[in-house]
């Protein structure tokens, strides 16, 4: 079985640029979450999105936005890019009938300069 | 707040040692914890989990301790192999979240030949 997919593997953008993820989750998993993991640090949650609605967000300013497709693939968005939004974009995805175990797909590198 | 921390930074052991990676978290509302392990380039890797009303939960080569009167939690790794080397992060879930997960910072264990 394929894991959870993203796409693309890395990108480059400059400042003010919009940027646009996307993830697609393990076969039958309806919970997608996104987190971003600047260098040298943790995961840190951005969004879970479950049944196409959000269901939590982390301290993430309005310029990040997401959302889930009936497939149950999911995009993120960020607007107006600032150097500080360079970091590894992680999704992750769980099955609603597991207690929280989530399976992380290999991350998008964005770089922005 | 809720925070998940970590002793150590960096930890390096011979092959075929005992490791043993330590966790602090702050949140004693926590009911879920996991260890994650991620190497260069990759996402992060499911190891084990367990859940509050655990103290103790073994894998293959691994085993993880909860100690919930210190809010600690620890990962050993039996052992340990060059296989093994790779940045390990404890993750809780927030309390009263149904998805969302917050990371340490992570311990880089570095398994000498």
């Known amino acids: 079985d394929a894991g959870v997919t993203q796409s693309p593997t890395h990108l480059i953008k400059t400042r003010g640029q919009h940027v646009t993820l996307r993830c697609s989750p393990i076969?039958?998993?309806?919970?997608v979450s996104w987190y971003q993991q600047v260098l040298g640090q943790g995961p840190q949650f951005i969004f879970q999105?479950?049944?196409?609605?959000?269901?939590g967000r982390g301290n993430f300013p309005d310029r990040f936005s997401a959302r889930q497709f009936p497939n149950y693939s999911s995009e993120l968005n960020v607007n107006a890019l600032l150097l500080g939004d360079s970091a590894l974009y992680l999704c992750?995805?769980?099955?609603?009938?597991?207690?929280?175990?989530?399976?992380f797909g290999p991350g998008t590198r964005l770089t922005v300069l | 707040g809720e925070s998940v921390g970590l002793h150590l930074p960096t930890l390096s052991v011979q092959e075929g040692d005992n490791s043993i990676i330590n966790c602090a978290y702050s949140?004693?509302?926590?009911?879920?914890f996991i260890w994650y392990k991620q190497e260069s380039g990759k996402g992060p890797q499911f190891i084990i989990d367990i859940r509050s009303n655990m103290d103790k939960r073994q894998g293959q080569r691994v085993t993880v301790l909860l100690n919930k009167t210190v809010k600690h939690l620890s990962l050993q790794i039996a052992a340990t192999q060059p296989g093994d080397s790779a940045v390990y992060f404890c993750?809780?879930?927030?309390?009263?979240?149904?998805?969302?997960?917050?990371f340490g910072k992570g311990t880089k264990l570095s398994v000498k030949p």
């Open positions: 949140n004693s509302a926590s009911d879920y």
């Open positions: 993750a809780e879930r927030g309390a009263g979240s149904q998805g969302n997960l917050i």
């Open positions: 992750a995805s769980k099955s609603l009938s597991s207690y929280n175990e989530q399976f």
């Open positions: 999105y479950y049944e196409k609605e959000e269901r």
């Open positions: 076969s039958g998993h309806k919970s």
